[in-house]
C-alpha cells in the first residue's frame, strides 16, 4: 500500500535525541560564526582648538585632519592632521583668515578640499605641502556649505545654500583642472545643506532644509527632478546606504534620524536619536550609522539594519561631524564648545565661557 504523503511516522526516541542534539550543534556553531559585536566606547577625548568643524580621513597622510576656524574674530584659521590613534597633532596647515568648514579628500590626488563658506571659495589643498593650490569659485558672496569628492570621475559636489536675492545651488567641480564645470540651480529651491552621492545612479540627494524634503538631483540633466518629504523637520544631512536603497537623513529641528527608501521616498522608520541631531555618517561596511545630536551631546550609533538605536554616547559639549576610517573602523567626532553671548552692536566680543568639554575630538571604537 502505497504511504500517506500527508502524515508520517514519528521518528523513534534515540533518533529524535540525536536529531535534537544536531541541531542544538548547529546552531552553537552558528553563534560562533556571528558573535554579539562589543559595545561601543569613547576611547579617547583630546582638546585641540576654538572653531572646530568638519574631519576627513585621509589614506595620503594616515591621518585625520579637522577644520578649525579659530577663535572669533582672529585669522587663527588652521587644519590639523591627528594621529589615528592617539589624536596627537602631526601636522598644521596655517590658513590665516581662510577658514574652511567643510572637508573632503581625494586621496588619488592627494588634495584636500575645504569649503571657505566666508569666501564663498573652494580650497584645494596639497596635502603633501599643505599649500593652497587652487581657490574655486564661482561668481561672488557663495554661501558654500558641504563637498563631496568623487575621486572614480575626478570631481567634487559643493553644496550652495541659498539666502536673500542667491539661490540655492550645487557646484559640479572638475578637480583635474581646478575648475567648476556646472552649476545646478534647477529644482533646488529651499535652502540646500547636505549632500548624498549615489554613484550607479548618477546622481545626488540634497536635503532641503526650509520646506522639510529632499531632492533627487539628476547629474545628467543638471537639475533637481523629484522632491519627497524628509520625515521630520530641518533636514540637514544625508548618507545614501546603496545595498540596501536607503537614505539616512538628519531632522534637526525634530532631533530625529530618518530612514526613508530612495525608489519610493516613502518613510521605512523614523528614530529619536537626540536633540539637534545634525550629522549621519555610515560605517564603511554600512552596518552602522553614527548620528551627532549637537543638543544632546551625544552620538547615536544605530544598526542599519535592524533601524535600532544600539547605544548613545557622551563625547562633548556640542558634537559637530563624524568621520571614519574604513580601514579600521574608527570613527572620529568634532565637539564644538559652548559660545558667548553675541555682543551688543559696538560693544566688544565677551569672551567665550570655560568648557572642558569643547573644542575637542573624540575617538569612536565600535
Known amino acids: 500500500m502505497p504511504a500517506n504523503p500527508a502524515h508520517t511516522l514519528p521518528a523513534p526516541p534515540a533518533l529524535r535525541r540525536r536529531h535534537v542534539l544536531a541541531l542544538l550543534g548547529a546552531a552553537g556553531l552558528a553563534l560562533r560564526a556571528a558573535p554579539a559585536r562589543a559595545a561601543a566606547t569613547v576611547e579617547k577625548t583630546v582638546k585641540l582648538a576654538p572653531g572646530l568643524y568638519e574631519l576627513a580621513v585621509s589614506t595620503t597622510t594616515n591621518l585625520v585632519h579637522v577644520a578649525s576656524t579659530g577663535p572669533r574674530g582672529a585669522d587663527g584659521a588652521r587644519i590639523f592632521g591627528l594621529d589615528p590613534r592617539t589624536l596627537e597633532t602631526r601636522s598644521t596647515i596655517e590658513l590665516g583668515a581662510e577658514a574652511v568648514f567643510g572637508l573632503g579628500v581625494n586621496d588619488s590626488t592627494g588634495t584636500l578640499f575645504g569649503t571657505g563658506t566666508r569666501s564663498g571659495k573652494l580650497l584645494a589643498i596639497d596635502l603633501r605641502s599643505g599649500q593652497v593650490k587652487a581657490r574655486i569659485a564661482e561668481g561672488e558672496g557663495a554661501h558654500l556649505r558641504q563637498v563631496l569628492v568623487d575621486e572614480a570621475r575626478n570631481r567634487a559636489f559643493v553644496s550652495v545654500f541659498g539666502y536673500r536675492d542667491k539661490p540655492s545651488a550645487i557646484w559640479v567641480v572638475d578637480t583635474a583642472a581646478n575648475t567648476v564645470s556646472a552649476v545646478i540651480t534647477e529644482g533646488l529651491e529651499g535652502g540646500i545643506s547636505g549632500l548624498a552621492h549615489d554613484p550607479a545612479g548618477d546622481r545626488l540627494f540634497a536635503a532641503a532644509l526650509e520646506p522639510n524634503q529632499v531632492v533627487e538631483v539628476s547629474l545628467s540633466r543638471r537639475a533637481g527632478v523629484r522632491r519627497f518629504a524628509s520625515g ?29 527608501d530612495a525608489a519610493s521616498g516613502q518613510p521605512v522608520k523614523v528614530l529619536e536619536t537626540g536633540a539637534g541631531a545634525l550629522c549621519v555618517t555610515l560605517s564603511g561596511d554600512g552596518a552602522l550609522a553614527y548620528v551627532a545630536n549637537r543638543g544632546a551631546g551625544t552620538v547615536s550609533l544605530v544598526d542599519t539594519r535592524e533601524l535600532a538605536v544600539l547605544a548613545s554616547l557622551r563625547t562633548g559639549t556640542h558634537p559637530n561631524t563624524v568621520a571614519v576610517d574604513r580601514r579600521t573602523g574608527l570613527a572620529y567626532v568634532t565637539n564644538k564648545a559652548r559660545m558667548a553671548p553675541r555682543p551688543a552692536q559696538g560693544q566688544p566680543p565677551a569672551p567665550a565661557p570655560e568648557d572642558p568639554n569643547g573644542d575637542t575630538v573624540s575617538l569612536i571604537r565600535a
Open 232 to 260: 521630520g523637520e530641518g533636514p540637514i544631512n544625508l548618507a545614501f546606504h546603496a545595498a540596501s536603497g536607503r537614505l539616512f537623513c538628519t531632522n534637526q529641528k525634530s532631533g530625529q534620524l530618518a530612514v526613508l
